[in-house]
Nanobody
Framework: VQLVESGGGLVQAGGSLRLSCAAT????????ASWFRQAPGKERDFVAA????????YYADSVKGRFTISRNNDEDTVYLQINNLRTEDTAVYYC???????????????????????WGQGTQVTVSS
């Protein structure tokens, strides 16, 4: 699976962005998908996840109510809608895929970068005050 993110950019605080993650290769719809982010000098942090079927989602507490993850399996694309952006949201945002047949859906499993099988190259989101 190859993952390519897009949609990042420079936006003012309070604005919105929609990130996309386009997948190619093996059956992406077998994979749970997640978004992580990494600010300069910090670790890569979990943001949101969605099951392969889009039946369930899970969010980091810091983004609940502002971020929405979704996917379109017909188009092999995962989205992250980000509203009411804050300066602390500035980071590189990464898309990742987790084999649903190998890892059970659990909060602990989803938040660990080590469990993911594939990663995109990232898209920069910069929020100005």
């Amino acid at each position: 699976v190859q993952l390519v993110e897009s949609g990042g950019g420079l936006v003012q605080a309070g604005g919105s962005l929609r990130l996309s993650c386009a997948a190619t290769g093996r059956a992406f719809r077998r994979y749970h998908a997640s978004w992580f982010r990494q600010a300069p000098g910090k670790e890569r942090d979990f943001v949101a996840a969605i099951t392969w079927s889009a039946s369930m989602t899970y969010y980091a507490d810091s983004v609940k109510g502002r971020f929405t993850i979704s996917r379109n399996n017909d188009e092999d694309t995962v989205y992250l809608q980000i509203n009411n952006l804050r300066t602390e949201d500035t980071a590189v945002y990464y898309c990742a895929a987790l084999d649903s047949s190998a890892t059970m859906w659990s909060n602990v499993a989803l938040t660990s970068t080590a469990n993911y099988n594939y990663w995109g190259q990232g898209t920069q989101v910069t929020v100005s005050s």
